[in-house]
C-alpha cells in the first residue's frame, strides 16, 4: 500500500517533494515489511487436525455413543462415551480417523 502511496507521490507533488514524499514513503514501507517479517517469523502454522483437540462443537444427531456434531461450519461424526443430546455443547478432546472423540462440556 505504501508502495502506491510513493508512486501517487512521486506523479502528484511539485518540484523536490516529489522526490521527499517517495522517499519516505519507501522508506516506511521497508520499515513495514521489516516489522510483520520480524513478527511472524518464530510462529508455527496453525493447521491440521490438531488444531480441533479442544474446541467447542454443538450436536446435531443424538451421540449414544455415534452421532454428528458442527464444528467451524463442518459437520463431523463423533463419538461422546457418556451420550450427548442435540443442541448440547460438547469438546473434542481427540480424533480417530474421520471420527471426533468428545465429551459433554460441564
Not at 510462529?43 to 455413543?65: D, S
Amino acid at each position: 500500500m505504501l508502495f502506491l502511496v510513493a508512486i501517487v507521490l512521486l506523479l502528484v507533488l511539485p518540484g523536490p517533494w516529489n522526490v521527499i514524499g517517495f522517499t519516505i514513503s519507501l522508506v516506511l514501507a521497508s520499515g513495514e515489511v521489516f516489522f510483520w517479517q520480524r513478527t511472524v517469523r518464530g510462529r508455527k502454522a496453525a493447521v491440521g487436525a490438531q488444531t480441533m483437540i479442544g474446541a467447542e462443537a454443538e450436536v446435531l444427531t443424538a451421540c449414544r455413543p455415534e452421532g454428528q456434531v458442527r464444528l467451524g461450519g463442518e459437520i463431523w461424526d463423533a463419538r461422546c462415551s457418556l451420550g450427548a443430546d442435540p443442541g448440547d455443547s460438547v469438546r473434542v478432546i481427540g480424533r480417530k480417523g474421520l471420527t471426533l472423540i468428545v465429551e459433554r462440556k460441564q
